[in-house]
DNA sequence: CTCCCGATAT
DNA sequence: ATATCAGGAG
């Protein structure tokens, strides 16, 4: 594995020149809306997160409300985000948990959060970092691939990368780093058609898989 | 490891 | 037609 903290500094300084000026994609109005919209965000992009979150927001928008509503209600409210059974029962069920177990506020912990249903370390991580201004390594599907490919990690385990970029990155640029990798990787260091050419990393890359 | 799952890009 | 999208649970 690449341990160079000068070289992972060069990426992110390149990354700091494309992207000066990052954040999180998703709306929302309370730590507890950002929670659900990232819950949502499980292999689905951020616009259609949103596009539900609109309306879903103006019927339900606290922990009360969606403890309270129907499960068939919520689904339906979700249904376009995908995985909405999944999703639907773990909203409800972590707003009721918030409600008995938390004074129906978010918890600003890690451990915490993870014991949440629906909520793993990224989602977490994803709160703590926007919400809390807590720093946290955000690993969803960009910065896995990503992290691999520029030789970041030997690891495919989202948890083992997520440790392995907290050594090579200081710990206050830790949530601005992850987005750097995921708006990097909406843009140019694509999963499926990596736009390797016009790409500013590509002479601290080695990934091989390149391909315009 | 598999399953959950709709919307979109290729 | 198939891969992918700010994953998590069993």
Known sequence: ??????RTARIR???RTLYPEVKTQLDYETPFQLLVATIL????TDKQVNRVTAKLFK????????SKAPLETLETLIHSTGF???????IKNCAGMLMEKHAGEVPA???KLVKLPGVGRKTANVVLGAAFNIPGIVVDTHVSRISQRLNLTDNKDPVKIEFDLMEQIPKKQWDVFSLHLIYFGREFCK???????????NKLCTYTGKRS
């Open 59 to 66: 019927k339900l928008a606290t922990p009360n409300d969606f």
């Open 13 to 15: 300084k390149i990354l």
């Open 109 to 111: 912990d890690l451990e």
């Open 1 to 6: 594995m690449n341990t160079d903290k000068k």
């Open 41 to 44: 965000s499980a292999q689905c």
């Open 191 to 201: 999963a499926r058609k990596p736009a390797c050419p016009d790409c500013l990393m």
């Open 84 to 90: 909405y059974r999944n999703k639907a029962r773990n």
